[in-house]
Every structure is written in C-alpha cells, then in structure tokens.
C-alpha cells in the first residue's frame, strides 16, 4: 500500500508541476501575440522570412 501512495505522490508532484507552468503561460491565450524583428533587423542586417513565405517554401 505505501508503494502506491509513494507513487501517486510522485505523479502528483509531476501534474502539479505541469499546471504551474500552464497558469504561467496562459496569457498566450488572453490575447493577441506580436513579433517584432524590425531590431534585429536592424542590428544585424537581416531579412526575415514572412510565415507564408516560409512554410509555401518548406512545402514547395
């Protein structure tokens, strides 16, 4: 019996783990998520790849 309690305990501990994590990254999902690479850009004089650019070339 205390074999499986220690091993409930430690799954447990493992879901409780995942659901901090998920609490701190919820706001992905409250709202809207920008990128702006215009400083790195910059900085490095570099040209980005749209999204659609990039997956019509990973697929064509």
Known sequence: ???I???TGSIGK???KDLIE???MS???ESE???DSSK???EFNFKTTSYS???DSYFN
């Open 5 to 7: 309690l220690g091993s």
């Open 33 to 35: 998520y920008f990128l």
């Open 14 to 16: 493992l879901l409780a």
């Open 1 to 3: 019996m205390q074999t």
């Open 40 to 42: 790195f850009e910059n």
């Open 53 to 55: 650019k990039g997956i």
């Open 27 to 29: 706001y992905q999902w």
């Open 22 to 24: 998920f609490n701190e």
